[in-house]
């Protein structure tokens, strides 16, 4: 059975159907608009990402997985505290890099391990732990602005 957004008797049967419905009716009644979005998304997924964004440059798996003591890491200090108080690994990598993103734990935000994640992460915050650019080696560490 073919859906018309026409045909009144299509509408109301469930929110599926009726976002369906208003995508089509959309398509009908503005058909350089709809082609305008469906040539904009064609050329966004052709667009190569931004380079620049500050992703974690690997997962805490792929971390754990081939180094023998996180002391390597880049923010091993957050990284540990996370993976020390039972986030996954992944999880913990994200976090450690200063992205806010406790929802990967849990959509609920009375989920005590969240709860938790995010009292550790607001003290590393509160410390300015993100504040300054990664060292390129252990030589370029000031040790004198690491509060104690």
Same mark, same amino acid.
């Given at each position: 059975?073919?859906?018309?957004?026409?045909? *009144?008797?299509?509408?109301?049967?469930?929110?599926?159907?009726?976002?369906?419905?208003?995508?089509?009716?959309?398509?009908?009644?503005?058909? /350089?608009?709809?082609?305008?979005?469906?040539?904009?998304?064609?050329?966004?997924?052709?667009?190569?990402? @931004?380079?620049?964004?500050?992703?974690?440059? =690997?997962?805490?798996?792929?971390?754990?997985?081939?180094?023998?003591?996180?002391?390597?890491?880049?923010?091993?200090?957050?990284?540990?505290?996370?993976?020390?108080?039972?986030?996954? *690994?992944?999880?913990?990598?994200?976090?450690?890099?200063?992205?806010?993103? =406790?929802?990967?734990?849990? /959509? @609920?935000?009375?989920?005590?391990?969240?709860?938790?994640?995010?009292?550790?992460?607001?003290?590393?915050?509160?410390?300015?732990?993100?504040?300054?650019?990664?060292?390129?080696?252990?030589?370029?560490?000031?040790?004198?602005?690491?509060?104690?």
């Amino acid at each position: 059975m073919t859906l018309d957004y026409k045909n *009144p008797n299509d509408w109301g049967k469930s929110p599926l159907t009726d976002s369906a419905l208003r995508l089509e009716q959309f398509k009908a009644e503005n058909p /350089e608009q709809w082609a305008a979005m469906i040539s904009a998304d064609i050329e966004a997924l052709f667009t190569p990402l @931004d380079e620049s964004e500050d992703y974690p440059p =690997f997962t805490g798996t792929e971390f754990l997985a081939t180094h023998s003591t996180i002391d390597d890491h880049p923010y091993s200090a957050a990284f540990g505290q996370f993976l020390g108080n039972g986030i996954d *690994p992944d999880i913990a990598n994200t976090l450690a890099f200063g992205e806010n993103r =406790f929802d990967l734990i849990s /959509e @609920d935000f009375d989920d005590p391990l969240r709860q938790l994640a995010t009292r550790i992460y607001s003290r590393f915050e509160d410390m300015g732990y993100w504040d300054e650019e990664v060292p390129e080696s252990d030589d370029d560490i000031n040790y004198d602005n690491i509060p104690f």
